[in-house]
């Protein structure tokens, strides 16, 4: 069975300052792929990122960057320079192979709080 | 990325009366969309999977009867809560797979749902 564990259940900081979302996966699959979302307070879902289980290439996106360690089953988020704006629920997910149904398991998410 | 709109944003019906929800992919053809449902600071329970001309994938646990679910074309997909009750007020989110071959989901605006 698939799992995703964000420990993480609110964080907050102040604007500018750096903040890591931690992410950790269990998964029997050998192909899967890792996913990022944020929910800001208007309800939509906005997709960051995806991440191919053969593809453990740290990335960079403006402010935000993430690294995906096999090892550990961790595919962790950092905002860099936090606004108010990156204020949200931010959601981890894992979805397995191709054919295997695209569902996508989701961890119980973060609430970040970026005050000024 | 894909655009998927629902429809309403919200809704607000009295117990016993059926309400409609609609999942439109407006640039793209999805033949297959999903139907979560989400409480208040809580991650997304996928109910259901559904595939263009096909019945739907009800997830454990969820009633077939009770959430019809309509997927009669490749942009539209609906989710019908019948004989609603207080206990079904919930945010309820669609969404696509965005072009064939896709990881990653898009998510509609979701429909918040108050049943009096």
């Known amino acids: 069975a698939q799992k995703v564990t964000q420990a993480q259940t609110e964080i907050s900081v102040v604007e500018k300052e750096d903040v890591t979302l931690d992410c950790v996966y269990e998964t029997r699959d050998t192909t899967y792929y890792l996913f990022w979302y944020k929910q800001p307070p208007s309800g939509e879902l906005v997709f960051l990122i995806r991440?191919?289980?053969?593809?453990?290439q740290n990335e960079i996106s403006g402010r935000y960057s993430w690294n995906f360690q096999k090892s550990t089953s961790s595919f962790n988020f950092t905002i860099t320079a936090s606004q108010v704006v990156d204020s949200a629920v931010y959601f981890c997910?894992?979805?397995?192979?191709?054919?295997?149904?695209?569902?996508?398991?989701f961890g119980t998410g973060t609430q970040l709080k970026v005050e000024l | 990325g894909a655009v998927v709109s629902q429809h309403p944003s919200w809704v607000i019906c009295k117990s016993g009366t059926s309400v409609k929800i609609e999942c439109r992919s407006l640039d793209f053809q999805a033949t297959t969309m999903f139907w979560y449902r989400q409480f208040p600071k809580q991650s997304l329970m996928l109910m259901a999977t559904s595939n263009e001309g096909s019945k739907a994938t009800y997830e454990q646990g969820v009633e077939k009867d009770k959430f019809l679910i309509n997927h009669a074309s490749l942009t539209l997909s609906t989710l019908t809560v019948t004989s609603a009750h207080p206990e079904d007020s919930s945010f309820y989110i669609c969404?696509?797979?965005?072009?064939?071959?896709?990881?990653?989901?898009?998510f509609g605006p979701g429909t918040r749902l108050t049943v009096t």
């Open positions: 997910a894992l979805k397995g192979p191709p054919g295997g149904g695209n569902k996508l398991t």
């Open positions: 991440r191919n289980s053969f593809d453990e």
């Open positions: 969404s696509s797979l965005g072009t064939s071959g896709a990881h990653e989901q898009y």
